[in-house]
């Protein structure tokens, strides 16, 4: 079994936050693969389904942001699963608008939804970073994450998200590269090539 967990804040003030970026890659993933509505559970909305032959469960955690290893860690306790079983999707200031990057383990820089699940449940996860750019100040940092992504970039947000969704068998496959590999070239595809 699979945790696949985005990171958000709830409420619909935040859909749109550059920091909610996880939460729209996993409603990507559940549209992708047609998977039930997402319902709470584990103090998150939860979903389940099987991607390839991997059963999966897709996670918002409702906590917000720096409370999320809450219910990460209560979804780990209740099915007995390890840190290999989880995925964390998340936007990463250190990337650049659009861009995609697949890591274990390693710093939290400064993200405070990562702080929180490395301090519930350990800190040998894979996250699946969503570049989100950087506003170019540390202290401009706060307002930018949770501003709403301009018209403009919603085009390569929703492609971004899309791909993953699309791609989410390799996800469950564990197929690191591949998944990279799609995502660049989906990005490319639909105009995007400084993103990918």
């Not at 729209?24 to 997402?38: D, F, H, Q, T, Y």
Request: hydrophobic share 40%; with cysteine.
């Amino acid at each position: 079994m699979l945790l696949l967990v985005g990171l958000g804040n709830p409420g619909r003030q935040y859909a749109k936050n550059r920091h909610n970026i996880g939460f729209m890659a996993v409603e990507a993933v559940a549209r992708s693969m047609n998977m039930p509505a997402l319902r709470p559970k584990f103090q998150s909305l939860c979903t389940e389904g099987v991607i390839g032959a991997e059963r999966v469960i897709l996670m918002q955690p409702q906590t917000y942001m720096n409370e999320s290893g809450r219910a990460v860690g209560e979804a780990l306790r209740f099915h007995k699963l390890s840190l290999s079983d989880v995925v964390v999707l998340h936007d990463e200031l250190d990337l650049g608008p659009g861009k995609f990057r697949i890591k274990l383990g390693g710093g939290n820089a400064g993200h405070n939804g990562l702080r929180s699940i490395t301090a519930h449940v350990g800190n040998d996860y894979k996250r699946l970073r969503l570049g989100i750019g950087h506003p170019g100040d540390k202290a401009l940092v706060h307002n930018y994450v949770l501003g709403d992504f301009a018209k403009s970039e919603m085009d390569w947000v929703e492609t971004l998200c899309d791909a993953i969704g699309c791609n989410a068998d390799l996800i469950a496959k564990k197929d690191d590269s591949s998944l990279q590999n799609k995502v660049f070239l989906a990005m490319a595809a639909a105009g995007f090539p400084d993103q990918a």
